[in-house]
């Protein structure tokens, strides 16, 4: 009987010093980005040295972490914006991996028999290298064609009806009501966050168009007017506590621990401070009142 060659890792250390990309996706999407980026890795290691980003995996991997998948890829995206993961091997074969990552599954595996590495995404050089390495060229678009192979065999009905799912998906995001006027909002958000966190907050036609969709998503998913959202974001903006909480709108959606969204409770703080501001201004002019009196 052949003997199984073992591929993943049962575990992967993580530095109590972390560097820069790290910190910029937790100052971009909080704790929670932090969380989605040390599950991926998660992924990555139990399989080797590399995840493949599908729709199959994206789907599941939301449903077993409870996040939105649009969150998900928000961040994500982030992740390949600060080069956490090979840009050019995700755009070629969806795959999430880094030189990074490769080289800590070498430290870890080098004292196995045998190692197996697929040439077509492998990102190290070579030399020095103390595994035992089995060099093969598997083609990662056959694999990840032959993993949705069945659902593309399904009857010409069941793929009519895709492709009118599709067209109904792509009609709901085209319309967005109000976007020049909610372009401009996003736009000046994330100029005024430049200006204070400019090593933070970088501004930029992806940003902006991540923006538009949240914004759209508070009107047309969560029923907030449009008036209330630019007076919560105006708040969030001058506000000491909140500005340093919210650099990015992509996690004004998400679930925090007392059960609200971040935006309701950013909607709760500014409410609570107008109500002390009212509650400042009759005290100064009741003061004022009894002066004069």
């Known amino acids: 009987m052949s ?28 704790l929670i980005g932090f969380a989605i980026i040390i599950k991926i890795y998660q992924e990555i290691y139990k399989n080797g040295y590399y995840y493949i980003w599908d729709k199959k995996r994206q789907l599941l991997f939301s ?16 992740a390949l914006e600060w080069n956490m993961f090979s840009n050019d091997l995700f755009n070629k074969y ?27 995404i492998w990102l190290m050089d070579n030399n020095g290298i103390n595994a035992n390495i089995i060099f093969i060229k598997d083609d990662i678009n056959a694999i990840n064609t032959n993993i949705s192979t ?4 399904k009857s010409k009905s069941k793929s009519k009806s895709k492709s009118k799912s599709k067209v109904k998906v792509k009609k709901i995001e085209n319309i967005i009501k109000d976007e020049s006027e909610i372009r401009n909002i996003v736009t000046e958000f994330y100029n005024y966050q430049h200006s204070v966190f400019s090593d933070l ?4 036609d992806k940003i902006i168009k ?38 990015a709108l992509s996690g ?7 059960g609200n969204t971040k935006f309701v409770n950013a909607l709760v703080a500014s409410v609570n401070n107008q109500k002390s501001n009212v509650a400042d201004y009759n005290r100064i002019a009741a003061e004022e009142f009894l002066k004069n009196e």
């Not at 080098?110 to 190692?115: A, L, N, S, T």
């Open 252 to 258: 004004l959606r998400r679930k925090m621990p007392n």
């Open 94 to 120: 969806k795959v999430l991996t880094s030189a990074g990552i490769q080289k800590q599954f070498l430290k870890i595996t080098e004292r196995r028999k045998e190692v197996i590495i697929n040439e077509n």
């Open 63 to 78: 449903k077993k972490n409870n996040v939105y998948i649009e969150d998900l890829n928000v961040i994500i995206n982030s």
């Open 3 to 30: 003997r199984t060659i073992k591929t993943g890792l049962d575990y992967f250390p993580l530095d109590t010093k972390l560097d820069e990309k790290f910190e910029m996706i937790e100052a971009e999407h909080g």
């Open 201 to 204: 907050v970088k501004v930029n």
């Open 210 to 247: 991540d923006g538009i969709l949240i914004i759209d998503k508070l009107i047309r998913i969560d029923d907030f007017k449009l008036e209330k959202i630019k007076d919560v974001l105006k708040f969030i903006l001058h506000d000491e506590f909140w500005s340093n909480k919210v650099l």
């Open 150 to 153: 069945q659902s593309k065999s």
